[in-house]
């Protein structure tokens, strides 16, 4: 197994959306003293490149690359676009600022599963299935999401054929908290790993 450190992908946020439900910018709300954004970019610390997918001067982020949504206003699936187009060539952790307990021990699990047919991995929440947002995407599926798009589809579920994207259950439920609103912070558990509320 590698280090917990080395994470062997193109690391993705995509960030600078409208935050509707929330009110306010997702990204820079606060939780255990630091941003959303923070917290979700040192889950994914240990990739080699790191991609912001925002506005450029938005945030400020050390050590990542900011590139903006080709297609603004469009939805996660563009900003997967705009992820495949810049990452290096391979895998592609992709995610949003809404999850911010996807520690490296995530990742690690994702990257575990990767088979030599598949083009994308995805956890498996008990009880709402399979998680297209922080998920492994190979960035051989640049030309099926620019062809999704193109068509006018936005669903994020269908980046990847079902034939080729492999799930993982069995993950901690602690991993996937999700923050949609301004009172789902204060439901956050503390435990980054994710094991607590299992």
């Known amino acids: 197994m590698l280090p917990v ?3 062997p992908a193109t690391a993705a946020i995509t960030a600078g959306g409208q935050s509707s439900r929330f009110g306010s910018d997702k990204a820079l709300a606060c ?3 630091r941003t959303l954004l923070d917290h ?7 990739c ?5 997918l925002a506005p450029r001067g938005r945030y400020c982020l050390p050590g990542w690359e900011t590139w903006p949504d080709a297609r ?9 676009e705009t992820a495949l187009t810049h990452a290096s060539p391979g895998w592609v952790a992709f995610t949003g600022v809404d999850n911010p307990a996807l520690s490296p021990e995530y990742w690690h699990a994702l990257l575990a599963a990767r088979r030599p047919n598949a083009r994308s991995v995805q956890a498996v929440h008990p009880e709402r299935g399979p998680q297209p947002l922080g998920a492994l995407y190979h960035t051989d599926l640049l030309p099926h ?4 798009l193109d068509a006018g589809e936005r669903r994020l579920r269908l980046a990847a054929p079902a034939g080729q994207t492999v799930l993982v259950p069995g993950l901690p439920t ?8 301004p009172a789902d912070l204060a439901g956050l ?9 299992n």
């Open 145 to 148: 999401v620019t062809a999704l």
């Open 189 to 197: 558990s503390g435990g980054k790993q994710g094991s607590e509320a």
């Open 174 to 181: 602690g991993f996937f908290q999700n923050v949609n609103r």
């Open 5 to 7: 450190d080395v994470l």
């Open 72 to 80: 603004p206003g469009e939805g996660p699936l563009a900003g997967l």
């Open 40 to 46: 979700v970019a040192a889950g994914l610390a240990g």
């Open 48 to 52: 080699e490149r790191r991609l912001l």
């Open 31 to 33: 939780w255990q003293g």
